[in-house]
């Protein structure tokens, strides 16, 4: 079974006139230099602190032991992580239940990357990771032939950040495929594709923190926080899909195909954002949450499933301590029969309520399409349905290891 891909979009469509910047070139210059903010209540997300000294996380915090599917990337803990010390791309990591592990840049050029689906780069690291990251000025051929074969990599590349142990940049290196950037502070960050699942947050998130971005002025999803991207992308291959534009509707956030793997990167702080807590701006987990959220989702294979088949609406009682007989179904190109691992099918408002009671032995043709179907059945109580719920999420594990995911409409009385 081949992994499902993203419908190429078109990248390049006119854009609407977009807004002044907030800050001019004088006062950005200024900042760059300093680390000083323009507003009291939203600390800088930038500086030029590449020479100060910061505390690194150890390159043993969070081995590898042989089973994880996410890679974490990093040296250093992207601005402040008040949810765990290792940083916020692991806080949303460990809240959307990825297995997950991480690798020091010392070992990137030698680690064995074949058995990860997924790889995250955080933004604002050190000095020594870039150069790592990009021997020579182009970036590690370990890691490019990791997304040549397969590989999902999502790179926050925000670099000239301020903290501890941050303040390295990638000034005139290469990024997959020919990519560059160049720092130019905005606080003014646009939304290029609104169809984009990052956009939208149309894509499975058990976290619960991501939804629709919204661009709708300060302290929102986009802007705030005086740097909201530290730069833009340069020598951006036509086939990528641009996202979010900065004032000169220059493109900070991009995904693009490269062999048979995808990359997503980004100069927005999106990490930043999720610490929040900066005079009135709540936490904004929306946009970092969306990333990984989107990230895995290419992974996954789309099935059909029919909830309570031969029924409809298909009505659950959330006081039933019932089953709910959920039916994978098969198509053309997917064998549900011959493919699932029917030990691994999950069940439920999320997708990932281990609620599963037994898949059938025997299988049938639930829809009359001539294709045999998985029938399993999940115990109602473990399903975490709440009145209001509108549809219910299966996902599951094939035989050879890709995850597939399905949803359905229901209507959930008490």
């Not at 990357?113 to 933004?123: A, M, R």
Request: with cysteine; hydrophobic share 35%; proline share 6%.
């Amino acid at each position: 079974m081949r992994r499902s891909r993203p419908k190429r979009r078109d990248s390049l469509r006119k854009h609407p006139a977009v807004r002044r910047s907030v800050v001019s070139f004088v006062v950005v210059m200024s900042m760059m230099l300093t680390g000083v903010a323009t507003a009291a209540d939203a600390p800088s997300s930038m500086q030029d602190g590449e020479t100060s000294p910061g505390p690194l996380l150890h390159n043993s915090h969070a081995q590898c032991q042989g089973r994880e599917t996410v890679a974490v990337i990093h040296d250093s803990v992207a601005w402040s992580a008040p949810d765990d010390p290792r940083g916020n791309v692991v806080t949303e990591l460990i809240a959307q239940m990825k297995n997950w592990c991480a690798i020091h840049s010392v070992d990137l050029a030698t680690a064995d990357l074949s058995p990860f689906g997924e790889i995250i780069i955080p933004s604002a690291q050190n000095k020594t990771f870039y150069d790592r990251l990009f021997p020579g000025g182009i970036i590690d051929p370990n890691l490019e032939a990791w997304v040549l074969s397969g590989g999902v990599l999502l790179a926050n590349l925000a670099d000239h950040a301020t903290g501890p142990g941050a303040g390295g940049n990638w000034d005139g290196d290469t990024f997959v495929r020919g990519v560059q950037h160049r720092v130019a502070a905005s606080d003014d960050v646009n939304i290029f594709d609104a169809s984009h699942p990052i956009i939208t947050g149309a894509v499975p998130c058990p976290s619960g923190n991501c939804g629709p971005i919204v661009d709708q002025g300060q302290y929102t999803d986009l802007d705030g926080w005086t740097f909201s991207t530290h730069g833009f992308f340069t020598n951006v291959p036509a086939v990528a899909t641009i996202i979010l534009v900065d004032e000169g509707n220059r493109p900070v956030m991009i995904e693009y195909p490269h062999g048979s793997g995808v990359v997503i990167a980004t100069l927005s702080t999106s990490e930043y954002m999720y610490a929040g807590n900066f005079g009135s701006s709540p936490r904004n987990r929306k946009l970092l949450a969306n990333e990984i959220a989107y990230q895995d989702s290419l992974l996954m294979t789309a099935v059909d499933i029919d909830i309570k088949p031969h029924s409809f609406p298909n009505s659950i009682k959330t006081r039933s301590r019932g089953r709910i007989p959920v039916a994978i179904l098969s198509s053309p190109t997917f064998d549900a029969t011959t493919e699932i691992d029917k030990n691994t099918p999950t069940f439920g408002k999320t997708g990932d309520e281990p609620s599963l009671a037994f898949c059938k032995n025997g299988n049938e043709d639930v829809n009359d399409d001539g294709l045999l179907d998985v029938v399993c059945h999940f115990y109602t109580q473990d399903t975490g349905f709440q009145v209001g719920d509108t549809k219910g999420i299966l996902k599951g594990m094939t035989q050879g290891g890709l995850t597939f995911w399905g949803e359905h409409s229901v209507r959930i009385l008490k």
